[in-house]
């Protein structure tokens, strides 16, 4: 009996071994209103490494990838993954996330302001010079983010999931598909937006969308068409999306890409919004939002440490 349970502990030991993160992990405050992890490769053999700068997509968006009801922890899970491949990264919960947290949400909070957040942790780093290269990845609304930021201080730029369209025309094709008159109402609404023009003249089924509150957001958003932005890159840029993504279409990463002749796409099959494989229909797709137990695309891991590497 001693005997097995000698063996027993010894391959728990092993596992437990064998799952050994090979990184130091550190919190780190950028500004007022933004902290993050940094992770760093222990196996760099004391050679400057590589920094991947993650931008979380849209919404009260923590550096996880999480919200309130919605854990995948995706964006710690791409972080991990890379940094184990040694390449340190860093992710950063959104202005807004701590804002909820304090009790203070700042009602006139700009898509400018996600714009110069990231270009803070940018400099931040930057001004360091820890790091071989300064890489930035954008998640979602968080591509546009990192086009942006990006485009004067960083050695590369990866879109994982980011819109080709304006926002407005998204939001456009999306109602469209689901109510083809409401998708009507929402071209008049976002007609008037993009001319800069507040209104109350939309559908209540879309209140949640075109509420008179977050206009002046969607109105500086809608300011930035990102195939422009993408097109003015003259760092390597890296476009990937997966196949099952409800959310963003392989279209959207085509025109990036069409936008920009010398970027890299890679489209992965049965990846979803928030990188995991699906093998299943849209219900599980959906529900995967909310599993954290799934590993995300080893494809995508793969991908972006090629691209880094290179």
Known sequence: ?????????????????????????????????IDGTLLTSVN???????????????????RNGNQNFL????????????????????????????????GDVDKDLMFDDFVSDATDVINYFKEKETYSKIYVIGHSQGSLVGMLAAKENADGFISLAGAGQNIGDVIVDQVTKMAPKLGEEAQKVVDKLKKGETTTEYPQPLAS????????????????????????????VLIVNGT??????????????DANEDAELKIIENMNHVFFNIEGDDLENSKSYNEAFRPISTELVDAIVQFIGS
Do not use: C, H
């Open 244 to 257: 099952k993504d409800l959310q963003v279409s392989e279209e959207e990463a085509q025109l990036l890409k």
């Open 1 to 33: 009996m001693k005997y097995y349970l000698l063996v027993f502990s010894f391959l728990l030991a092993s596992v437990a071994f064998s799952q050994e993160k090979l990184f130091s992990e550190a919190d780190i405050s950028i500004n007022k209103w």
């Open 71 to 102: 854990k995948n922890n995706a964006l710690k899970k791409l972080a991990e993954n890379l940094t184990n491949k040694g390449i340190s990264t860093f992710r950063y919960d959104k202005r807004i996330v701590k804002q909820i947290r304090k």
């Open 44 to 62: 760099n053999d004391s050679k400057k490494t590589a920094l991947a700068i993650i931008i979380a997509g849209s919404g009260p968006t923590d």
């Open 209 to 236: 969308v075109f509420s008179i509150d977050i206009q002046p957001f969607m109105i500086n958003w809608m300011q930035y068409n990102p195939t422009e932005i993408i097109s003015e890159l003259k760092i390597p």
